[in-house]
């Protein structure tokens, strides 16, 4: 066949692009490699629980995911977190404690050492870093100090990357927080400036939220599944590969052991970085090399529910694990509490995530040994003493959460370079633009837009 366009995969990113496209009445089609559409978005359900196998949860934090969610009213409906749970818990010396949220809560709390927190103080007017590959840990060490670095950083980092603040680097991996720097020469500064700056009514509406969908976010994929039309898509595509032609390219793939071909004016590849070696086979090896040195943090995820809870009150989104406490798990999602109908009435449902890029055997235990493990930290942490589960479901992510590091910029730029010699690729995926859900819904609006 022929088409205008070609997307190569079908989670969030290929599933954005294809319905912003569809909104234009452009001509496309996505082949995306499994039986389904979402990618690593999967939701499970029983009679007494919906979980998440993949993302929990998501932040309204651009104008991009509130316009989609416009776009798919009647057919999917967004689900902000209980207002009640907005607090975290940090772990420090086996006892959790709230995460402040301003200064008067952050001047109290135990988490952070006096010196620090008179540190704080004197952020605003400490001198602007100049070092574009400065780590994160460098950073956060220089403007607030190590407490903070210890029981704020780097939970938020093991929640959000199961990283290391050592190897990330803020300029690709937190950009606004590095530029909040550089534009402003300080984070509390930069934030209250940019506080006061004026924004559109979507702007306003993209409050970094935190939320899911009714039902699970597997009705976030399948609503724009159906907007981007059923018809544009090509499920159980094996052996993808890309050849640039004179007029464009040539797009080939099997379909049960058939081949099929597909010339195309654009191809859009929304895929992770260790599949791009097939899917573009004519790029030069030291281009691919700097695509494929990006490393992934291996996760593994338990969804844990109980039809009558009697442990600890559930009054938090979750509890972040500093890697300084030395525990097996990363953290605990209170999805219950978050978000409604998800356990029975006084039952409740939890994601504990484990392994990380600075614990990955773990992710190659086995079920037993995941189990046990999941127990001990339970009845210690979340003050259950009868851990007799009612679900207790176990997903290993190999490549989970791609990890910014020194490496990016040499991957971003070459991701710059060729889409500039071979007019028509568009390569995106969490290699580059972010790796939050937010971050794939604008990615995916932007490819659109560029076709």
């Not at 079908?10 to 001509?27: V, W």
């Not at 654009?266 to 030069?284: A, G, K, R, Y």
């Not at 989104?317 to 605990?332: M, R, Y």
Request: with cysteine; charged share 25%.
């Amino acid at each position: 066949m022929t088409k205008d366009t070609v997307i190569i995969g079908a989670g969030i990113t290929g599933l954005t692009t294809a319905h912003c496209l569809k909104k234009k009445n452009k001509d496309f089609v996505v082949l995306e490699k499994q039986n389904r559409v979402g990618g690593v978005i999967k939701t499970g359900k029983t009679d007494d629980f919906t979980w998440e196998e993949g993302p929990n949860s998501a932040l309204l934090s651009n104008t991009a995911v509130v316009n989609l969610f416009d776009d798919l009213k009647g057919s999917c409906e967004i689900e902000l977190a209980n207002e009640k749970v907005k607090k975290r818990y940090v772990l420090k010396k086996g006892k959790w404690h709230a995460l402040p949220s301003g200064m008067l809560s952050a001047i109290g709390t135990p988490l952070f050492k006096l010196s620090d927190k008179f540190r704080v103080l004197g952020e605003p007017f400490r001198k602007t870093g100049n070092q574009p590959n400065e780590t994160l840990k460098d950073l956060v060490e220089r403007r607030l100090g190590k407490s903070f670095l210890d029981y704020a950083i780097d939970p938020f980092i093991l929640g959000v990357y199961a990283g290391d603040p050592e190897m990330l680097i803020p300029k690709y991996a937190l950009p606004k927080l590095y530029n909040l720097e550089q534009d402003y020469g300080s984070f509390i500064k930069g934030a209250i400036k940019k506080k006061k700056e004026p924004k559109t009514d979507d702007e306003k509406r993209a409050n970094k939220s935190v939320y899911s969908v009714k039902g699970g976010l597997s009705e976030l994929s399948k609503a724009v599944y159906k907007s981007a039309g059923k018809d544009n898509f090509i499920l159980g595509v094996d052996d993808i590969s890309v050849q640039p032609t004179k007029d464009g390219f040539t797009v080939s793939g099997k379909i049960e052991g058939k081949e099929i071909s597909i010339n195309a004016k654009n191809v859009i590849t929304t895929t992770d970085s260790h599949s791009l070696p097939n899917l573009l086979p004519f790029v030069e090896e030291k281009d691919m090399n700097n695509l494929t040195s990006l490393q992934y943090a291996k996760v593994i995820e338990v969804a844990l529910g109980f039809k009558k809870w009697s442990g600890m009150e559930l009054d938090a989104f979750g509890g972040l694990i500093p890697f300084k406490e030395d525990k097996d798990i990363l953290g605990i999602m209170f999805m219950s509490a978050l978000v409604s109908g998800r356990a029975p009435e006084g039952g409740a449902l939890f994601s504990i995530f484990a392994g990380g890029i600075r614990k990955p055997h773990i992710v190659d235990l086995s079920d037993e040994e995941v189990i046990s493990l999941i127990k001990k930290e339970t009845e210690l942490l979340l003050d259950c003493s009868n851990f007799t589960p009612d679900l207790l479901k176990i997903v290993r992510h190999k490549k989970a959460i791609p990890q910014y590091g020194i490496e990016s910029e040499a991957r971003f730029e070459t991701v710059k370079l060729l889409q500039e010699k071979h007019k028509g690729l568009y390569i995106g995926g969490n290699l580059i633009g972010g790796i939050g859900m937010a971050d794939r819904i604008l990615q995916g609006t932007n490819l659109a837009d560029a076709i």
